[in-house]
């Protein structure tokens, strides 16, 4: 397969405007880690192969644990996520989801009860960047497999 379209050598000012709010996401005080387990999960959804392989290093390379990386397809029949990482993913589902319907009030009550209104914005800002992410790469077919992670701990408290 084939890589279609570099977007960021052909439209550099959109690459850039999106690699800005990934840096916004880096800066805003949500767990680099819960960022991360969010975008591969989106990205399992989406089917996008490029961001999977690159979620998954970037997870193991900041110590994530292989059992919690296999498991997260099934994560809410899985004992070992948190109640906050819960609430991230079933966020991340359901507005991953958008088009089964609208976010329910009762998904929106659960998480308000892990995350502040501030956190939950970021949350949903992170959601929406990784399904953009996955759109481009699926559409321009990056090729997955090349990506390389970061060496030192996404966590400063790792």
Request: charged share 25%.
């Amino acid at each position: 397969m084939e890589t279609r379209i570099a977007y960021a050598k052909v439209a550099p000012g959109a690459y850039r405007a999106m690699l800005g709010l990934e840096q916004y996401l880096h800066g805003c005080g949500l767990e680099e880690s819960l960022l991360n387990l969010v975008r591969l999960r989106a990205s399992q959804i989406n089917g996008c192969a490029y961001c999977i392989d690159m979620h998954w290093k970037d997870l193991r390379a900041a110590g994530e644990s292989e059992q919690r990386l296999y498991g997260l397809d099934a994560w809410a029949e899985s004992p070992y996520y948190s109640d906050r990482e819960r609430a991230a993913l079933t966020w991340t589902e359901a507005v991953t989801n958008i088009r089964d319907g609208h976010v329910r009030d009762e998904v929106y009550e659960h998480v308000r009860g892990q995350f502040s209104e501030k956190e939950l914005a970021d949350l949903t800002l992170a959601v929406a960047a990784i399904n953009a992410w996955n759109r481009l790469a699926i559409s321009a077919r990056s090729e997955p497999g090349k990506y390389q992670p970061r060496t030192e701990p996404l966590d400063k408290t790792a």
